[in-house]
């Protein structure tokens, strides 16, 4: 996130700035520098979404699914994943498996869920690999844990990189 303030990001978003219309989205629905309000935050990953903020469709998703500030809407919250996963946003594509999985808002389809799981497994994400269905789509915080493995896994290459040329 940039170190904006509110007011700085709503007079970009108003002159149409992408960026600062997403970032108000983040900042409503992780409440950082304002309280929560998933309704505002719906609001501006509507507007990013129609300039064609892929990730904003997976937030919109995440809205529908866990129903924030909303009635949860499973249907709905496939159709966002669905057009993120598209622009290859792992964690839609994610949702869109355990929607199948569990029978969300879709008829159950256990092989569905698995070519879904298939798909990600070759990404940078903290999972264990041979994680049978159930266990996968059961992890309660994927986004978290998979940032979190990015996070380890660069500090690896970072030493590494360090270690064999002195510098960072």
């Known amino acids: 996130m940039s170190t904006k303030n509110i007011k700085e990001l709503e007079e970009l978003a108003e002159s149409g700035d992408i960026d600062a ?14 309280d929560i309000d998933y309704g505002k935050a719906r609001g501006y ?3 990013a979404a129609e300039k064609g903020s892929q990730v904003s469709n997976y937030y919109l998703g995440k ?6 500030g909303v009635e949860t809407n499973h249907a709905k919250a496939k159709d966002y ?10 964690f839609s594509t994610y949702y ?3 929607l199948y999985f569990w029978g969300d ?13 298939k798909s990600i497994l070759n990404k940078p994400i903290y999972t264990n690999q041979d994680a049978g269905l159930e266990e996968f789509y059961s992890i309660t915080d994927f986004e978290g844990l998979t940032r979190g493995y990015v996070g380890e896994l660069q500090q690896k290459v970072l030493l590494e990189y360090k270690s064999l040329f002195g510098k960072e």
């Open 21 to 34: 219309i997403y970032e108000l989205g983040q900042r409503y629905y992780n409440g950082v520098g304002v």
């Open 45 to 47: 990953f509507e507007t």
């Open 63 to 68: 809205i529908y699914y866990n129903g924030n």
């Open 81 to 90: 994943f669905e057009k993120s996963s598209k622009a290859d946003n792992v």
């Open 96 to 98: 869109l498996g355990k």
């Open 105 to 117: 808002g879709v008829e159950k389809d256990y092989n569905k869920a698995n070519e879904y799981k």
